[in-house]
T-cell receptor, first 111, second 113 residues
């Protein structure tokens, strides 16, 4: 069975600084995908970034990068140069089968 | 319209009412999903449709009835709900049911009185 763990219920970061949101996973599958989503207070889940289990390089998407450590089964999200609009819930998720989501981390960016 | 749309955005209903939630995707995807998001709980997958066929029903009570007339539209019919069914209901779509990212709609915030 797949399991996703996000151990940080809440995080604070100063505007313009970088922040790392932790995610660990457990699966017996060899082929899988890891995803990060952002959920602002409006409720919509916004897809941010994807990492495939066979990808050798860490995924990057603008200010988002995924620190993928396969042996440690971790897929941490790094947000560089934080902005006030980054304040939201962030969810780590994985598939191949059902998309399983972690409990989320609430990020607050301080001015 | 682009992406995934959901209507209504907010819904208040009594326990004896019947209502429907609508989802439409404009992405040309083949798979569509219903999720329930309750306060302080992880997202719960409810139903999965792939090419209009239901492929997953995660032990959802029969008071929730999905319908997928085509690959672009998904409905969730609600009847005789309970107060604990109050939640944010999110619709999503993806290219397929493999390792593809899902794109979500804005959700319907449901309150059962």
């Amino acid at each position: 069975a797949q399991k996703i763990t996000q151990t940080q219920p809440g995080m604070f970061v100063q505007e313009k600084e970088a922040v790392t949101l932790d995610c660990t996973y457990d699966t017996s599958d060899q082929s899988y995908g890891l995803f990060w989503y952002k959920q602002p207070s409006s409720g919509e889940m916004i897809f941010l970034i994807y990492q495939g289990s066979y990808d050798e390089q860490n995924a990057t998407e603008g200010r988002y990068s995924l620190n993928f450590q396969k042996a440690r089964k971790s897929a941490n999200l790094v947000i560089s140069a934080s902005q006030l609009g980054d304040s939201a819930m962030y969810f780590c998720a994985m598939r191949p089968d059902d998309m399983r989501f972690g409990a989320g981390t609430r990020l607050t960016v301080k001015p | 319209e682009t992406g995934v749309t959901q209507t209504p955005r907010h819904l208040v209903m009594g326990m004896t009412n019947k209502k429907s939630l609508k989802c439409e995707q404009h992405l040309g995807h083949n798979a569509m999903y219903w999720y329930k998001q309750s306060a302080k709980k992880p997202l719960e997958l409810m139903f999965v449709y792939n090419f209009k066929e239901q492929t997953e029903n995660n032990s959802v009570p029969s008071r929730f009835s999905p319908e997928c007339p085509n690959s672009s539209h998904l409905f969730l019919h609600l009847h005789t709900l309970q107060p604990e069914d109050s939640a944010l209901y999110l619709c999503a779509s993806s290219q397929g049911t493999g390792v593809y990212e899902q794109y979500f709609g804005p959700g319907t915030r449901l309150t059962v009185t």
